[in-house]
């Protein structure tokens, strides 16, 4: 399947630009900026990716591992079939994701950086919790946060705060501070050759982009997100969720891009996900020869849905549209991870090479889905356990045990430390890393829990866990909730009412590591109401348990 140049798009905004004037303007913002966008940066034609080439032969003497990060965008718990059930009641296998787990080891108790995409990846990328550094919300345009903070979510309204745009900043300069130290500036230094794939979101600027924070190469979007086919592409079966305000932003003002090493942007010539999938494999055959790290962030199965009509044609099961589409993505997930872990084994590479999987965060409310969490409450943009508790495996052959489990809570923030540790590298002495080699832990070299405490933070909603132990503490509402995770790990029955000197202890430790953290470097100007226990799309009532999420 071949795409050209979306050029009619922007014709269309154009006349309708002129033709609706004001009212196309209010109504359809993020369509501007689309189309400002495609003025400052065109979409060219698709033209071949040449990745630079490693040796002809393989280093002499004992070779350090590579190291394959592989990141799904809003993977819920229970999309892989590993996972309980799998999505569409586990008609959708997964066999290629499950493979790492099967070769390697299932983090269990596997916890997201933050539970919205650019902060858990900020924490990734620098095995800091992204509070340190002040990352702490999604970097994005007002026009969109003014929009959230506006709508009427069910019976409850966002919150825009008017008072805090003197503190914002421009959404380019929304990023990981150059000061910090990347995973792939890490590698870099240590003679690893560094390539990042698919969805960036730290930062557009040229000092916050792929190239300046340690990648040799990328290839990919800035922005947080992209289509994966042209709207309305032949081809190509879509859902739009018109009832979803974050859907409706996303079909107007999202490209159909990438751009190789920061420049000019082009048109892939297939589905985004297959794409990134075969450039990645390409580009492990064009480094067989020398260590690599690899960052591979698909946006799979983040919002807009969009399926290849081969995907959507083999789940005649499925008789929900929407669910036939979202399914359908995550067989175009599983099949392109199992593309590049074919792309190890082809070159010789599989039993030498780390390969972490795990997703940037837990499934979507506004999906409108309902068990994609399951057996977890809550959701993205939720610290329940629906919103952090992702799946995460890691497999290194000649390294680590195969088919293992382990129990106690990990991290993203780790990914950082154990990249380390495998590539020999030293760990920065200049700052408090919050993340842990894991290898010790794994290889059962080492007893004890890999962290005491876990904490993370969005605005006045705040987290902490503490060995079995789980609080958080919203604002809005302001409620704390307190779960024993051990007993109820579906965080079922809120103990803080009967529990008043556990809340009291766990609020102390939770404020000491809060007081060690940066003030966000810009704010959130918008905050959406959650509800815990159902998809967007369903009908509140007036004993939902809700959140407030800031931006």
Known sequence: MKFVKWGGAVLGLLALVAVGGVVYVKQHPLAIVKLINHWRDPIGPNHPVVWQQGPETPPAGKRPPNIVLILADDLGYNDITLNGGGVAGGVVPTP?????????????????????????????????????????????????????????????????????????????????????????KLLQAQGYHTLMFGKWHLGEKPEMRPQAQGFDESLGFLLGASLYAPDGAPGIQQNKQDWD??????WAALPFAVSKDGGPR????????????????????ANSNRPFFMYLAFNAPHTPLQATQEDYDALPMIKDHEMRVYAAMIRALDRNVGRVLQALKDQGLDDNTLVIFTSDDGGAHYIGLPDINKPYRGWKATFFEGGIHVPYFMKWPAALPKAAKYGLPVAHVDIFATAAGAAGATMPKDRVMDGVNLLPFLEGKQPGRPHETLFWRSGDYKVLLAGDWKLQVSERPKKNWLFNLKDDPTEKKNLADVDAAKVTELLGVLQGIDGQQHKPIWPALAEAPIAIDHPANSPDSPDDEYIYWAN
Request: hydrophobic fraction near 35%; include cysteine.
């Open 96 to 184: 290629n994701i499950n493979s790492i787990a099967a070769d390697g080891i299932d983090l269990t108790q596997g916890y997201a950086g933050n539970a919205t995409c650019a902060p858990s990846r900020a924490a990734i990328m620098t095995g800091r919790y992204a509070t340190r550094f002040g990352f702490e919300f999604t970097p994005t345009h007002p026009v969109f946060e003014k929009m959230i903070g506006e709508f009427q979510y069910g019976s409850r309204k966002g919150l825009y705060f008017a008072d805090r745009e003197k503190d914002n900043i421009p959404v380019a300069d929304m990023g990981i501070p150059r000061g910090e130290v990347t995973i792939g």
């Open 245 to 250: 305000p974050i859907d409706k932003f996303l």
């Open 266 to 285: 082009f048109t892939p010539d297939k589905y985004m996900t297959d794409y990134l999938g075969e450039q990645a494999a390409d580009a492990i055959k």
